[in-house]
Structure formats: structure tokens, C-alpha cells
């Protein structure tokens, strides 16, 4: 098993640190999917509690959740994004899937290399330091994404409504994160509503619906 806690919940890295042994077959992709599907699902389940604040006349309440769903949304997809490319590193790196250029010419700070040249790291342990420079970057918007996956040769044909879709995602998450989701130059708070939460959620799961089968197509076994 990888650095996922299964039992702590979907997507959540643990704290004290990764196990050692990467899985021989297609277990860790499999694993990252199903946390990734997990993930969403909890997410569509706080609609349950934002009915039930609309049913006491709490919007205030209301709206807080569905705000806290974009939020856990965005962080849902980068995780998953970032998993993807952890496994197709290790693949590539082992010589299961091609190689490319763009993994031939990635820049990895020289300590990295110098702890591998050394002996002081395996492989899998390589590849993991080369992700936790990697999870840097976020990777939410369309074209991050596409360009990231090309580093393990992953390539994903995005619609223009996805791609804008996922750009207005992007843009109430910031709103959310960095104004409180308020409307400029006033106290008053962007008005937000459950279809809207919805639609985002449809196109996270349209965006890793399309990584899987190109990771399927590719090879997890």
C-alpha cells in the first residue's frame, strides 16, 4: 500500500509518513480511483445536511456548506491530478510505460539527486521526494492539468465547456478563499445555490472520469 490511510478517509495523506512498499500491480491506481469516487460521493452527501438547514430557514447555514463543498471540491481533484501523476512517474521510472521528454527534461532540485546517487533512497522513496516538490503546483484548471499528464505521457482531449467550466470552479474557490465570497466593494455574499454546486461536482467528475481512461488505456497492471 502507498502513503494512503484508507481508514482516515478517501484522499488523506498520513501524517507520520509513507510505507515503503509500492504495490506490484494495478492496486495503488485502483486505490487512488476509488478515493477519488469516495471523495465525491462524500461531497454530494452534505446535501443532505444543506436540505435540512433550508428546511430549519437557515440559509446562512445553508450557503456555508455548499461553499465548504466548492472548497472540498478543488481539493478533491487536485489530490486525485497529483496521485495520477505520482503513479505514472513510478511507472515510467521503472519501465512500464514510455518514456518521455518531458519526464527526461523534468528539473528536480539537486539534493534529490544527490540523496539517490548516494544510496540513500529507493526508487519509490525518489519518486516520492520528486512529488513533494511536485504538490507545489496545483493542478485544477484544464490546461495544469493536461500539461502535467504529458510528463507521463497522458494525453486527454478537453472540451471547450469543460475547460471553461472548470476555470469558473477555479474562480469561486479563490472567491470563497481569499474574499470570503463576498461581492466587491460591499459586505454582502455572492449568492450561491445547490445547482451550482452540482455542476461543479459533474465536471470534476467528467475531468477524472476522462484521466482514468487514459491511465486504463495506458496500464495499471
Known amino acids: 500500500m502507498s502513503y494512503f490511510d484508507v481508514q482516515s478517509g478517501p ?24 478515493s477519488f469516487k469516495r471523495d465525491l460521493e462524500e461531497i454530494e452527501e452534505k446535501f443532505k445536511l444543506v436540505d435540512h ?28 491530478m497529483h496521485e495520477v501523476i505520482r503513479f505514472g512517474m513510478k511507472e515510467v521510472f521503472v519501465g512500464k510505460w514510455k518514456m518521455t521528454n518531458a519526464f527526461l527534461s523534468y528539473q528536480v532540485p539537486f539534493r534529490i539527486v544527490f540523496d539517490y546517487k548516494k544510496g540513500r533512497e529507493d526508487s519509490e522513496t525518489f519518486i516520492d ?11 485544477t484548471y484544464a490546461d495544469q492539468i493536461k500539461g502535467k499528464l504529458s510528463l507521463v505521457g497522458l494525453t486527454v482531449d478537453v472540451p471547450k465547456e469543460l475547460d471553461s467550466g472548470l476555470r469558473n470552479l477555479n474562480k469561486r474557490r479563490n472567491a470563497i478563499a481569499h474574499q470570503g465570497d463576498a461581492v466587491r466593494g460591499s459586505d454582502e455574499k455572492t449568492r450561491i445555490s445547490s445547482g451550482e454546486v452540482k455542476y ?5 467528475s467528467k475531468m477524472g472520469d476522462m484521466v482514468d481512461r487514459a491511465v486504463r488505456e495506458k496500464g495499471i497492471g
Do not use: C
Not at 484522499?11 to 476509488?34: A, I, L, N, S, T
Not at 521526494?129 to 493542478?139: A, C, G, H, M, N
Open 200 to 204: 461543479f461536482i459533474s465536471l470534476v
Open 129 to 139: 521526494s520528486v512529488d513533494d516538490e511536485f504538490r507545489r503546483i496545483t493542478l
Open 11 to 34: 484522499g488523506r495523506r498520513k501524517e507520520g509518513g509513507r510505507e515503503k512498499h509500492y504495490p506490484k500491480d494495478g492496486r495503488y491506481y485502483q486505490m487512488v480511483w476509488d
Open 53 to 80: 438547514m433550508e428546511s430549519q430557514r437557515d440559509k446562512e447555514a445553508a450557503d456555508y456548506l455548499r461553499r465548504s463543498q466548492v472548497m472540498f471540491l478543488t481539493s478533491t481533484l487536485d489530490n486525485f
